[in-house]
């Protein structure tokens, strides 16, 4: 199955910026669409954004404006750049690879480790 690695996370003032990548083990993303969830402590893991193969792109409201989200196919890599970061962001952001059933996009494969972003002063 797929391994994903997610990487880029930290800490982070109010207002700054990081940029998360997601490498795959090998050649998904082609004919595949990613995603980025994130996962705040005792909170459920939301959808934060995703990609189509076609380089299609949809946000949470809550991101709109501020996070963007790519592909590399070529490197096999997703990134999420993600500008004027909130407290509430704060969060462990994870990547997959995601299928669309009955017209609701849903993760569809193995969970990778994530990375941690903290927002704070």
């Known amino acids: 199955q797929v391994q994903l690695v997610e990487s880029g996370g930290g800490l982070v003032q109010p207002g700054g910026s990081l940029r998360l990548s997601c490498a795959a083990s090998e050649s998904v993303f082609s004919v595949n669409a990613m995603g980025w969830y994130r996962q705040a402590p005792g909170k459920q893991r939301d959808l934060v954004a995703h990609i189509t193969s076609r380089g299609v792109t949809n946000y949470a409201d809550s991101v709109k404006g501020r996070f963007t989200i790519s592909r590399d196919n070529a490197k096999n890599t997703v990134y999420l750049q993600m500008h004027s970061l909130k407290p509430e962001d704060t969060a462990a952001y994870y990547c997959?690879?995601?299928?669309?059933?009955?017209?609701?996009?849903?993760?569809?494969?193995?969970w990778g480790q994530g990375t941690q972003v903290t927002v704070s002063s």
């Open positions: 997959n690879t995601m299928v669309i059933i009955a017209g609701s996009w849903l993760p569809s494969g193995s």
